[in-house]
């Protein structure tokens, strides 16, 4: 049975290690097969993943299909696609779908246009590690307004218990009284809305696309093998397609390899290292924009906050009070 750690959904510098394990034993004579088989006996956080290809090349599946077949299964339906009638669960839930379809295409690709699959996979590695980069800093960016953003909805709510702290009975008037009751509507409403509003700035600032780069790293690695451009741009287009990632890669993307290319061709020099540096300037570029998205978001969230959670909070913490204080008053006469 496997344990914890095996559940554990791998990332993107796991994967690249993956990567790198699989293009050190392969540039050493190691058979692909072998390789994989050598790489599933480390302990790493990939393993299951790394179980799962080892299992389907067992039962006579190619490596591109095999790669696919360890995709989770709520990652663009490609997991249930090729597990079906395997009854298998999925194998690693949640985790970085986009970075086993990469390598997938990769291998098809190179396998395709009969470049080297070594030099092909460091250079896969190498971009995987870009990739983990940029999504950590833009976590680690966000990660101060999303926990803001989660703290100032539930003041509201502290305002009602500070309200009973100092013996108002706050929730009393929320409930049982018109006006404390309109008080409780209004305020949940405001509540919702700043909730929802903050998830929508979220995801907007949010990295979406996990694959910068990659179709001009898939073409570098199709060219490295003497394959013509058009024949690169066919064996691309079709791993593409097979691994699920036609619709992740951005059409700036396409549009910035055809560039390279036109410009590789006029200019007569080998396409392979420009499309490579034009790989990583997109990576670097998505950094760029990760991290303005990210500084954004703290300004942005200010709205929700001024517009919904303190009016909320002044309804459901403030206004109890001061119902109870009038009412008292009034009472007393």
Known sequence: MRNSIDRTPPGLDEVASVVERLAVLLSAGVPPAAAWGYVAEVDSRSQVNVRDVVGALNAGVGIGDAILRSVPADAS???????????????????????????AAAWI???????????????????????????????????????????????????????????????????????????????????????????????????????????????????????SIDRARLAVSRALTRSGLSAAVADGDMKD??????????????????????????????????ERKASTLAVTLMLPLGLCVLPAFMLLGVAPLMITILSSTIGGY
């Open 77 to 103: 339906g490609l997991g249930d696609r090729f597990r079906r009638g395997r009854g298998t669960r999925p194998s690693s839930r949640g985790a970085d779908a986009s970075a086993w379809q990469g390598l």
């Open 109 to 227: 690709v190179a396998t395709d246009a009969g470049a080297p699959l070594a030099p092909s996979l460091r250079e896969l590695s190498a971009s995987l590690r870009m990739l983990a980069q940029t999504r950590q800093d833009a976590e680690t960016a966000l990660s101060g307004p999303v926990a803001t953003a989660r703290l100032v909805v539930v003041l509201p709510i502290v305002g009602i218990f500070f309200g009973m702290a100092l013996g108002f009975d706050s929730l009393g008037v929320l409930v049982t009284t018109v006006p404390g009751f309109m008080c409780l509507a209004s305020g949940s409403t405001l509540l919702w809305i700043a909730r929802r509003w903050n998830r929508k700035l979220v995801g907007a600032a949010s990295v979406t696309n996990l694959t910068p780069g990659l179709s001009l790293d898939l073409l570098a690695i199709a060219v490295s093998g003497g394959a």
């Open 257 to 290: 390899a055809e560039a390279v290319l036109s410009l590789s061709e006029r200019a007569g020099v080998p396409a392979g290292t420009l499309l490579r540096s034009e790989a990583q300037r997109l990576r670097r570029q998505a950094r760029g924009i990760a």
